[in-house]
């Protein structure tokens, strides 16, 4: 059962890397770029300091945390525990595969960008509560993964259980966060004369 799964990942990896062109070469690594999204980013924080103030402080450390335990987690859980190679790693089916930029560490199973993003996003879509909030952060985090299949860094499966480990990490430390800030550490809003 195992193998099976393995060769349709592949075979799912091998259709999806196949799928490019010159200009999606420069979108997905522009999607997977670290400072890529600084400007989202800074939006973000706005929308966050609008709301909270001086107590935003807390909310991002919150946030900072949710990327620190679903970054070393996919690494320490996964990676390291699995040793699944990336397939640009993967002498069975490197030289079939649509490479983009760099091929990153050894081992790929699961994608720490995917993690990442999907934690951020579903714990901001939790501090937002807005409808269309939700949606744009998922389909920003889904866009960020999806480029790390098309660059050939990452199978499907990479960033399918990724995704799965970002809104686990994301909901966690949504109800951690939002009890011990919420009812210990905001500050009293001064009252309106």
């Known amino acids: 059962m195992i193998d099976y799964l393995v060769k349709l990942d592949t075979e799912l990896f091998l259709y999806l890397n196949s799928l490019h062109n010159p200009f999606w070469d420069g979108v997905m690594q522009f999607a997977s770029g670290k400072l890529s999204w600084l400007p989202l980013y800074l939006l973000l924080i706005y929308f966050i300091a609008r709301r909270y103030k ?6 991002l450390l919150a946030i900072a945390v949710v990327v620190l335990v679903a970054d070393q987690l ?23 595969i649509h490479l983009v930029g760099g091929c990153g560490g050894k081992y790929g199973f699961v994608s720490s960008h995917a993690a990442n993003t999907f934690g951020v996003a579903v714990f901001l879509s939790m501090l937002y509560r807005h409808r269309w909030a939700t949606i744009g952060l998922l389909l920003w985090a889904a866009f960020v993964s999806y480029s790390r299949i098309y660059l050939g860094v990452h199978y499907p499966a990479d960033v399918l259980v990724a995704a799965l480990l970002g809104i686990l990490v994301g909901s966690i430390a949504w109800k951690v966060s939002s009890y011990l800030i919420e009812k210990h550490w905001l500050n009293e809003q001064p009252s309106q004369k």
Not at 74 to 95: A, D, Q
């Open 54 to 59: 001086w107590n935003t402080i807390w909310w």
């Open 74 to 96: 996919s690494v320490h859980l996964f990676k390291n525990v699995f040793m699944r190679l990336r397939p640009c790693h993967n002498p069975e089916i490197s030289g079939l």
